[in-house]
């Protein structure tokens, strides 16, 4: 988790970065704009709002924060928006990084005008859908100057919903009393780290909320796999249960142990239909199996509840769904499952399908859930169309995940990963490679795996979906994009691993 910063603290920050890791200014200032605009932008689905044509007003002092807002108003201009950029000062006041953002943004076909009289700047304000306050930023101190002041108070009477970079202007970063007008934000999306003055006193009314939406990178994963102590044994990470596989469908199964393994649990066992049990055990050489009461249909039957209960009482965690069937018997069972074990649990595939239309049964859940839906499962889940799952992915996973307090892993293109809190997060691995049946069961297996060794939920889903992407890309520099199958992401995992190792 990323501590919260005064901004004495937030200075030493970027300093150390200049200074230490060589990382120029205007590159520090641009992955802040970088990163508000993309946050801006998932966010506007929540007001119904998207980014071609979308009217933008943003107002601009003339310090680090204007610098922010240059870099955002290139970045939405780029996605479509229609901007009409406000300065309090004139461009020749500029000075240093900010200077070099204006430039940049007039040369990417921005306009700026100054606002002397704050009557001139309302009507833009109001004809705006949004509005990106870039007026003051951590290092203001005191009460805003009058044209500052005044700017504010027409953003705030304005109505329109309100982005504000890294803190809302006039709000003293380091949590002291505002001694004039606050911005009242929708969104403030906070650079580095939040800052104290958004989570102590009127700072978290007046911000809104800080964005929830963030993109993983190595470093949240890396130091949850820690170099192994040499007195360790197979019992030390843990006992994964599948519960997966039916006649014509061992491969999920199968699939889904293998990446288990390799994702470093120490013991597996598939609970499988005992028609598919054999082919499982042949092809699944490093884990156990275990024959289970089977329908007609050779896919598992209610009756084999009692077993899977005995089995998973002496497994740290349960991966269910992967081939399981689509018998209403075996779908009830999955039901039942779902909603008793009292282990964490991955589920994904049929077992996904067996809930929708009856999501009920979590309410009562006696431990952590991970869903792993693909869009269309995410559609039927939510009783709508895939189409509306697309066009509000971030809004759809975030619905869901604080509806019926799961983790929600929405696979895809940058599948997201949504916790019960709505904070979502974007995952940067992965390729259109992936696309290709039975990658769905490696990421179970994955995800499973981990929570097998200990890791909550909160850390897991991220971890395992940010490791399956790695291993996929590194696949896919082996065997091409297109000719990339399940196996090949499971045979990546050590090499993902030590990736990891190596940033870690």
């Keep these: 988790m990323r501590p919260v910063l005064t901004a004495d603290e937030m200075r030493r920050v970027d300093a150390r970065a200049i200074a230490e890791l060589g990382i120029p200014g205007p590159t520090l200032m641009e992955n802040a704009g970088r990163g508000a605009a993309d946050a801006l932008l998932a ?77 001139k700047a309302v009507p833009a304000l109001q004809r705006a859908d949004v509005i990106v306050d870039a007026l003051l930023g951590t290092g203001a101190r005191g009460a805003p100057a009058p044209l500052v002041a005044a700017l504010i108070e027409a953003i705030n009477a ?13 709000l003293p970063a380091d949590g002291g009393r505002a001694e004039g007008p606050v911005v009242r934000a929708w969104l403030t999306p906070t650079f580095a780290a939040p800052k104290l003055g958004l989570v102590v006193g009127d700072g978290a009314e007046l911000a809104g909320r800080d964005a929830r939406t963030f993109v993983l990178e190595a470093a949240d994963v890396a130091p949850l796999f820690p170099r192994r102590r040499r007195d360790v044994h197979k019992g030390t990470y843990g006992h994964l249960l599948v519960l997966a596989g039916s006649v014509g469908k061992t491969g999920a199964a199968v699939l889904c142990a293998r990446a288990a393994l390799r994702s470093g649990v120490g013991l597996v066992t598939v609970g499988t239909a005992a028609s598919a049990q054999p082919t499982v055990a042949a092809l699944s050489l490093e884990a156990m199996t275990e024959p289970l009461p089977e329908t007609p249909a050779r896919s598992l039957a209610m009756k084999a509840r009692e077993p899977i209960v005995a089995l998973a009482e002496a497994r740290a965690a349960v991966a269910i769904g992967p081939g399981l069937g689509l018998d209403d018997e075996t779908r009830a069972l999955a039901r039942v499952l779902v909603s008793t074990l009292p282990r964490p649990m991955v589920v994904d595939a049929d077992a996904l399908t067996a809930l929708a239309d009856h999501l009920e049964v979590l309410r009562g859940a006696p431990a952590a859930r991970v869903f792993t839906p693909h869009p269309g499962e995410m559609a039927r889940l939510l009783g709508g169309a895939v189409g509306d799952v697309q066009r509000d992915r ?38 259109a490679g992936m696309a290709s049946g039975g990658t769905g069961d490696v990421l179970t297996g994955i995800l499973g795996a981990l929570l097998a060794r200990g890791l909550d939920a909160a850390r897991a889903a991220p971890a395992g979906v940010y ?6 890309d590194g696949a896919a520099e082996r065997v091409g994009e297109e000719a990339l199958i399940a196996g090949d992401v499971i045979e990546a995992l050590g090499e993902a691993f030590r990736r990891l190792a190596d940033g870690r």
């Excluded at 109505?159 to 809302?168: E, F, S, T």
């Design 467 to 472: 490791l399956h992407g790695l291993a996929g």
């Design 158 to 170: 304005s109505g329109r919903p309100v982005v504000a970079l890294d803190v809302p202007s006039g």
């Design 394 to 431: 971030v809004g759809a996973a975030r619905a869901f995940a604080t509806a019926h307090g799961v983790h929600l892993v929405l696979k895809g293109a940058r599948t997201l990963i949504a916790a019960p809190d709505g904070r979502v997060l974007v995952n940067p691995t992965g390729n």
């Design 43 to 119: 966010a506007l689905p929540e007001r119904g709002l998207r980014p071609r044509g979308l009217k933008v007003a943003i107002v601009c002092g003339r310090g680090g924060n204007a610098g922010d807002g240059f870099v955002v108003a290139r970045r939405l201009k780029r996605a479509g928006a229609r901007l009409d950029v406000l300065l309090v000062a004139a461009p020749d006041a500029l000075r240093g990084d900010p200077a070099l953002k204006f430039t940049e943004m007039r040369r990417a076909g921005v306009a700026a005008r100054v606002v002397e009289d704050v009557a």
